[in-house]
Structures are given as structure tokens and as C-alpha cells.
């Protein structure tokens, strides 16, 4: 008897002693934590890039695609649609540099300048050369850079819900679009705005580009985002070289302009998507540089966060795309 109890205390101490606990998991996993359809396709990785450790999510198979973020969000921001792309494709959901868990400083947070860092993790490093790139936001211009670039590992571009700074729309013109915009293009201001009230701000952003926002025109204060997503995203910019690095995205809109005016248009075939009724004013300047945009849709009662406010209808979008 005291062979078998002596036994079974070693069992469950061994037990006790292999099961995780919160403290053993890594920030950047906590959000994933326990979720079957993650961890049963998804991993996270991370790759040194000149001088920035990247981090990204991986998983799926089938042919690739690439999902680049935009502000203030992470890789997270593209989770709702990532299982069902796995299902046909393998997924790579990238932190930009300086951004999410990624670390390190790039050279710079002009959009051209981001599209190498992507570039190289996924072409030189992971050598995948037949990419469909897809971003939102600021990612959308960070896609748009990697086509441009490498247009011969670009097989398709999917293009989200942002005005091409370029020829239609110059840095000054861009910078009066929003209030925001003007705000977070501003040398230190809105870092010291913000200061350690980061999650509170970004639970202020959130409705005001949301579907019937402010920033359309309306009057919704409703998010999109759950308190645990704006959790997850106030988690990284927190730290206040991420939280700089988000508003750089901002500040690079001179050069971001110079280097649109400078590439050679596109043939790639490209999906545009947009929010309900921006369309016409986001076509309008992605098409003198996108010259073989094959399908272009705006997103039935979405503002900003296409994902987040219509994920089925996006998930379809993208899945049609992607698969033609």
C-alpha cells in the first residue's frame, strides 16, 4: 500500500509539475492560450531580420498568404479570419517591425522600407516566392510596397480599406483627411497625449473609424472589439517604443508619398475592399498604380475594421480571391 501511495504522489506531482501555468506562458501566446482552433493549425515564430526580431503566426497549408496589420492593431487583428484561410491556404500573420511583439528598431517606418523587412522574412527566410500579400490600414500601403518591389514573388495583392498616399493624395492632403491623422503625424505630441493612458485611447479610437463612427459622419459610440481584443492590443503598446513606432507610421507619409510617385504600376491582380461607401474615394486613388484590380467590393456595414465588423462577408471576399 505504501508502494502504490507512494506512486501515485509522484504521478500527480509530475503531472502538477508539467502543466503550464499563466505564469509560464509568454505574453505574446497568452491571448491564444486554450484556444483549440489556434493550437491545433497555428504557431507562433520569430525570425532576426536586420537587427529586428520579427514575430509572427504561422499555420495551414496550401498556397500562401501573407496578412500584414495596420494601426493600432497586431497580427491579432486578422484572427477571425484565419482558421477558414487555413483551411485552403498557409497563413503568415506578421507583427511589422517595431511593432506587436516584435522588437528592435527598423531603419525606417515608411511603408517601402517595412515591405523589405516582410520581404525578407518571407521570400529569403521562409522562401516563399509565390506570396498572395495581403494588408489593412497602413499594412494595405506595406502590401502594396511588397508588390510593387517584388512583383515576381507577388502573386496576388489584397488591398484593405486605405487611401494610397501617392499622386491623388499628397502628405499634406493626407494629413488633413482626419483629425487623427493630423494628431499622430505630430513629432512627440501624441506620445505625451497619451502617456500611460494607451488602453483607454485606443478604446476611444476604436468606434470613432467603426461603422456609423464619428469619423463617418455619424454618431455610434459601439466597438467592434471585445474588451479582451483591446486587451490584447493595449498588451504592445503599452511599451512606449511600440506605442512611438505605431505613431511613425504616421510621421513617414512624405516619404510614403515620394515612393508611390516613384513606382512603376502594378499588374498583380488585386482585391479592393473597403468600408460601406468609401469606395469610389479609395478606388480612385489605388488605380493609377494598380492596374489590374480584378474584383473591388466595399464591406455591407463596416467601417474601418472590415474584419472585425463583417468577417464573414471578408472571409468569403478574400477566400473567392485567393482560391481564383
Not at 80 to 102: F, K, Q, R
Not at 134 to 155: E, I, K, L, N, S
Not at 185 to 212: C, I, K, M, N
Request: hydrophobic share 40%; net charge negative; proline share 8%.
Amino acid at each position: 500500500m505504501a508502494t502504490i501511495t507512494l506512486t501515485l504522489l509522484l504521478a500527480i506531482g509530475t503531472a502538477a509539475c508539467a502543466t503550464p501555468t499563466a505564469d509560464d506562458v509568454p505574453p505574446y501566446a497568452v491571448a491564444t492560450q486554450g484556444d483549440p482552433r489556434f493550437e491545433s493549425t497555428f504557431r507562433h515564430d520569430f525570425a532576426d531580420i536586420d537587427g529586428v526580431r520579427m514575430h509572427y503566426v504561422t499555420g495551414g497549408s496550401g498556397p500562401p498568404v501573407v496578412l500584414v496589420h495596420g494601426w493600432p492593431q497586431t497580427w491579432f487583428g486578422w484572427w477571425p479570419v484565419m482558421p477558414a484561410l487555413a483551411e485552403h491556404h498557409t497563413v503568415y500573420a506578421v507583427d511589422l517591425p517595431g511593432l506587436g511583439d516584435s522588437t528592435g528598431s527598423p531603419t525606417g517606418y515608411d511603408k517601402a522600407t517595412l515591405a523589405r523587412y516582410v520581404h525578407t522574412l518571407i521570400a529569403d527566410r521562409l522562401g516563399v516566392r509565390d506570396a498572395r500579400v495581403v494588408g489593412h490600414d497602413f499594412g494595405a500601403a506595406v502590401a502594396f510596397q511588397y508588390a510593387t518591389r517584388f512583383p515576381a514573388d507577388t502573386a496576388r495583392l489584397g488591398y484593405l480599406d486605405l487611401p494610397l498616399p501617392g499622386p491623388a493624395v499628397d502628405a499634406t492632403t493626407y494629413r488633413s483627411l482626419s483629425r487623427h491623422i493630423a494628431f499622430h503625424a505630430q513629432r512627440r505630441v501624441p506620445e505625451t497625449v497619451v502617456g500611460d493612458d494607451v488602453r483607454e485611447y485606443l478604446a476611444l479610437f476604436y468606434p470613432q473609424v467603426s461603422f456609423g463612427g464619428t469619423a463617418f459622419g455619424g454618431t455610434s459610440d459601439r466597438s467592434p472589439f471585445t474588451d479582451a481584443e483591446v486587451d490584447e492590443y493595449a498588451r504592445t503598446y503599452r511599451r512606449p517604443e511600440v506605442l512611438s513606432g505605431g505613431f511613425e507610421l504616421y510621421r513617414a507619409l512624405d516619404k510614403d508619398v515620394r515612393d508611390t510617385v516613384a513606382a512603376a504600376p502594378i499588374r498583380v491582380p488585386t482585391l479592393l475592399m473597403t468600408a460601406q461607401g468609401q469606395l469610389d474615394p479609395v478606388r480612385a486613388t489605388a488605380a493609377p498604380r494598380m492596374t489590374n484590380i480584378v474584383r473591388a467590393v466595399d464591406v455591407p456595414n463596416a467601417g474601418h475594421w472590415l474584419v472585425e465588423e463583417n468577417p464573414g462577408f471578408v472571409t468569403a471576399e478574400l477566400l473567392r480571391f485567393l482560391d481564383g
